[in-house]
């Protein structure tokens, strides 16, 4: 029975890894697909949220279903509970890849991006692909600190985002009204995928750090 | 011990009511500093939004708090998983207010929106608000079909936003890019609010559909 119980968390943790990836790959092709004005990348991109929405559905089955029939306490308690607010990032993040890939599909065959704009979306697409990158390992590592390490390309994206918006409103080549509202909303998007992907490396400490300290104190409490 | 555990749910239940409360209370003050153009109801909005973390945070350990000492089953660990993703839905929806009310603080004395689209921004305002205050009563009555009242406020919405693009897009009177920026976040901000004022109440039904059904089939689950 605890044998069972333990090959669970272990298999919960593992789809947790895999997810992330997900959430890591759709990003870096709705980037490309809009960058390259790819519809069928972009509508491969749109068709695998469904995918990861079921997905994600499953994994949150998995968490309450390890809650009623284990009533786990301390780290694991812990962990179950971590993992079912990482999984609604991670269904935010493959959804805001999506909606990425959205803008690539309905401006097709315009593009989303002016050639002005082109260096700052790159560099926010690498960034955040680095971010979710970065919750993924620190899912492998399970390190306390694996949060912290995230703190620089998450002010990077933030410096990103201004740029782009100061670009937009300096007259960049190309910037009509209807291109400042998509690549307004594009900075949105990519903004609020990083922060997710920093949520998932705080919970990751969380859960960590709550294993170290778990012997000794016991106490419970959740991060913001 | 029974005994309070029982108070403690009902506790719970009760302050979920007086965060959604403050999630629409947010919102409605947010949207009257954005078309007053007034700074200092805006930075009331932005000064709660603190307050309101740390009581989300307060309602998130006493969740955990539930599950590690009472390990609840069936409906009320339902609840109290349903209660934390409601946090996480109300956290949002105030960080979207004070996202609406940093708007108005930072173009201040500028206003944020034109005449020309101050009725769309109006209607959204009151739907949001409407949405929100659906949720809440929903929390009151906890009725399975909670969810279903809200859908015709949340189309309502997405037309509003529809409506609000098409109208910076055909050249609304006073919309330069600066404009055209703040109004497709602001809607943006609002769109998101409705959603997770719908979200809370699907997880009411939720929960209120599996008290309806828990004694026949004990299944367990989690909508999406």
Redesign the interface.
């Known amino acids: 029975m605890r044998e069972v119980y333990h090959e669970e968390l272990s298999s919960f943790r593992a789809r947790l890894v895999e997810l992330t990836q997900s959430a890591h790959d759709a990003l870096v092709r709705a980037t490309r697909a809009v960058l390259d004005t790819d519809r069928e990348l972009a509508e491969l991109v749109i068709a695998d949220d469904q995918t990861l ?1 079921a997905e ?2 499953e994994l ?2 998995r968490a ?2 390890l ?2 029939r284990q ?1 786990p ?2 780290r694991d ?2 962990l179950i ?1 971590a993992g ?2 990482m999984s ?1 990032d991670l269904a935010r993040m493959g959804t805001l890849a999506r909606h990425v890939a959205e803008l690539a599909a309905q401006r097709y065959p315009s593009e989303v991006v002016p050639g002005s704009l082109r260096p700052t979306i790159t560099a926010m697409g690498a960034v955040a692909g680095r971010l979710a990158g970065g919750a993924r390992d620190a899912m492998l590592s399970w390190a306390p600190d694996a949060a912290a390490e995230l703190d620089r390309d998450d002010d990077e994206l933030d410096h990103l985002q201004a740029l782009l ?1 100061r670009q ?2 300096s ?1 960049a080549e190309g ?1 009509d ?2 291109t ?2 998509d690549v ?2 594009l900075g ?1 998007y990519y903004e609020r995928y990083a922060d997710h992907a920093v949520s998932l490396a705080k919970r990751v400490s969380y859960v960590a750090g709550a294993r170290v300290r778990s012997s000794g104190t016991g106490r ?3 991060e ?1």
Chains 1, 2 share one sequence.
């Open positions: 929405a994600h559905h949150d089955q309450i279903g809650l009623a009533q306490v301390a308690l812990r509970v079912l607010r609604a918006y937009l409103l007259g910037v009204i209807a400042a509202m307004t909303l949105r419970l409490g959740v913001p």
